[in-house]
């Protein structure tokens, strides 16, 4: 499996922005679909958006969408997830995950074989 470690999380105003990091190592990482999640405490762990080994695809969920965008260097073995305008309610501690598997459903959290240790965004009002 693939090691995952997040960072980039912290407090910011509504409105603001921050850079999500999740650096990989232990596998080539060009290997691995990517996906990000995030989870209040007492809820499901929800998807917020993945990408292809390429970087060619991405899918972004709908709360999230214009406002947040994936990419990754393959050559630094780290993904990004940038959140723009955020809202209160993006308020969660934020996952990536990495899939081994080509053609399934990226938006399943199932599909991810492994997972970094989470990062904390908190966006206050």
């Known amino acids: 499996q693939v090691q995952l470690v997040e960072s980039g999380g912290g407090l910011v105003q509504a409105g603001g922005s921050l850079r999500l990091s999740c650096v990989a190592s232990?596998?080539?990482?060009?290997?691995?679909?990517l996906g990000w999640f995030r989870q209040d405490p007492g809820k499901e762990r929800a998807f917020v958006g993945y990408?292809?080994?390429?970087?060619?695809?991405?899918l972004l969920s709908d709360p999230v969408k214009g406002r947040f965008t994936i990419s990754r260097d393959n050559a630094k073995n780290t993904a990004y997830l940038q959140m723009n305008s955020l809202k209160p309610e993006d308020t969660a501690a934020y996952y990536c995950?990495?899939?081994?598997?080509?053609?399934?459903?990226?938006?399943?959290?199932?599909?991810?074989?492994?997972w970094g240790q989470g990062t904390q965004v908190t966006v206050s009002s």
């Open positions: 995950a990495a899939s081994v598997y080509w053609t399934r459903d990226f938006t399943n959290r199932l599909t991810y074989d492994s």
């Open positions: 232990g596998r080539t990482f060009g290997n691995y679909a």
């Open positions: 990408i292809s080994r390429s970087g060619s695809s991405t």
